[in-house]
């Protein structure tokens, strides 16, 4: 376990997104903040950052020095810091976090449903995105017509997509239902997984990732909801993020 120094109060708040160092010292000489159940009115005071349970206007906080959720990604948001038709997934978590510059992992259509890790380690984000470490996701993707053993065949064979002569392949693809398919790709190119289907002669007309490397999307995360990922999966994740 990591050891550190005591911090100030307001400069932990400042770390965890709260505002500027003079508005996090505001919050707590206005009495809003709370560390382990009780209001502190000094912004120098120093906490043992690591580990804290603290507040601020009730809402309950534990520090984190680096931000690794996942959220449960919705139909209907896109991906992206300056969306272009639809609200962006950040505005689905509160603003310390967007303050503090929380990123999607890669992206997803803005009709995809599902398991999305967001993080404000941009090494990280490098380290899951890059095609090089063929980090696994996997995909359930609802098809307009039948799917059969020629189209499962064919993407596990490799298809070529227009934009690249380099045939890409599903690392596992199977048929789970007559309009369904299960798919593992471990690269990530833009709209991947329909046009591997479409080249395959079908059609995606619903797509949700149940999984990213290690992790699996929780049954108990709804549509919208997010969580903190806890160390053991940070550290499966990526040594380095489990700090
Ligand atoms: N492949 C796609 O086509 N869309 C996604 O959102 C993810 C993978």
């Not at 990280?124 to 995105?129: A, N, Q």
């Not at 990732?209 to 806890?230: K, N, T």
């Amino acid at each position: 376990m990591r050891h550190s120094l005591p911090m100030r109060l307001s400069d932990m708040l400042f770390t965890q997104g709260f505002g500027s160092r003079r508005e996090c010292a505001g919050l707590v000489a206005a009495g809003r903040v709370q560390v382990l159940g009780t209001v502190v009115l000094e912004p120098l005071q120093e906490v043992a950052e690591e580990g804290l349970l603290f507040a601020v206007d009730d809402q309950p906080w534990t520090y984190q020095a680096q931000a690794v959720l996942m959220l449960h990604k919705p139909a209907g948001y896109e991906c992206s810091r300056a969306p272009q038709n639809h609200p962006s997934v950040l505005s689905l978590l509160p603003p310390p976090l967007r303050q503090r510059g929380v990123q999607p992992v890669g992206r997803l259509d803005q009709d995809t449903t599902g398991l999305l890790l967001l993080t404000d380690q941009g090494q990280l984000i490098h380290r899951l995105t890059h095609p090089k470490h063929h980090v696994p996701k996997v995909y359930l993707a609802g098809t307009r017509h039948l799917v059969d053993e020629a189209q499962v065949a064919a993407l596990l064979a490799g298809v070529v997509l227009h934009d690249d002569p380099q045939p890409v392949r599903a690392a596992a693809c199977e048929a789970i239902g007559p309009q369904t398919l299960k798919l593992t790709l471990t690269d990530g190119r833009y709209h991947q997984v329909k046009r591997m289907v479409a080249a395959v002669g079908n059609r995606v007309e619903s797509l949700h990732r149940e999984s990213f490397g290690s992790l699996a999307l929780p049954v108990d995360l709804a549509p919208g909801q997010w969580r903190w990922l806890d160390g053991a999966e940070r550290l499966s994740l990526s040594p380095a993020a489990a700090a």
